[in-house]
């Protein structure tokens, strides 16, 4: 320990024949090296870093696509469990995101939107986020299971994993269909949420989870189109720099093209309305319509404004169709109850 | 023994100070959560204790 060694006290103790001036002098170094050294356990991590840890607006989403799920699903769960089922999951989601941030600390470093996280700016050690992430994945797999279901808690515990290693310590780093295969730990959400109702995955679900599972490629690789660098930089394999923008444009319209029509499936499989059903189809015509104008820009700086532009319309694409199924399931539960 | 004792600075003592606070209110927080949820799962059940 660097406090024993520079105070002079070997295994026996502190050594007593040290002047009074000499361990002044001392006590200062000790008091430097404590505030440089953060082996020793003096952080300056405020609760705050420990927040950032858990990717917040990643987190909000899953929330938020984990309601609707759990409120699309036929049956009732009780109000205050369904609240605890909500919270297991976003918990599972921030402990993910730790897990994320503990093994990528090493490319957090070189790139620009991730220099400043709790890790590569010294604040937290890695050490302490490992243990962060994996004690917050044990709470909350454990007490979705205990308190919802067995099915749900799976779930949640593969969805972990799968984020954690099959995405960020395995594909992330070696194939640019990184986030073709990754997208699906973002995409269970709605899938456990559903679960929690009715402790079984259906067709319905499956469908909620394809939406997001689709929506992913083209979100993420419009963002890689402008932000190519940085992923270079940090040696990622991002579609972009393997495969080529012109390669990566065709693929952003192709997913497109998929995730539009999986989108309208609710309302014509029946658990959605014809409101959303609508809505779902304009915003995936205009989804199609973003990507058609990213694959039409001449490779090169003028692809840059209608990737940002895609990449903008692709996370009000993704909240709007969910927000709508939610508004509509909320309409369509208090009528029920207005009539009974 | 005074010796091996470390100051905090400042910052140090003020970080501390957030962490245990949100510590103490997660603790809090997570006891609420297994007495609420045992109340909504088990109902009046949670009296019924077969011998």
Redesign the interface.
Known sequence: MAVRTIDGSGPDGPDDNLSDCSKNEQMALVEKNASMDTSIGLSEASASDYVVLLKPRVMSLVVFTALVGLLAAPGHINPVLAGIAILCIAVGAGASGALNMWYDADIDAVMKRTAKRPIPAGRISRQEVLTFGLLLSAFSVVTLGLFINVLSALLLAFTIFFYAVVYTMWLKRSTPQNIVIGGAAGSFPPMIGWACVTNSVSMESIVLFMIIFLWTPPHFWALSLFMSDDYEKAKIPMMPNVMGPASTKFQIFLYTLLVAPVAVLPWIMGFAGPAYGLFAAAMGVAFIVYAWRVWRAPVGKDIIKPAKKMFAFSILYLFGIYAVLLGEILVRKALLLAGA | ?S??R????D??K???R??S??LALALAA?VI??Y??T???LGANILIRPM
Do not use: E, H, P
Request: charged share 20%; net charge positive.
């Open positions: 023994m010796n091996d470390v100051t905090l600075t910052k140090q003020k970080a501390q957030s962490r606070i949100a997570f959560i297994v609420v949820g109340w909504a799962k």
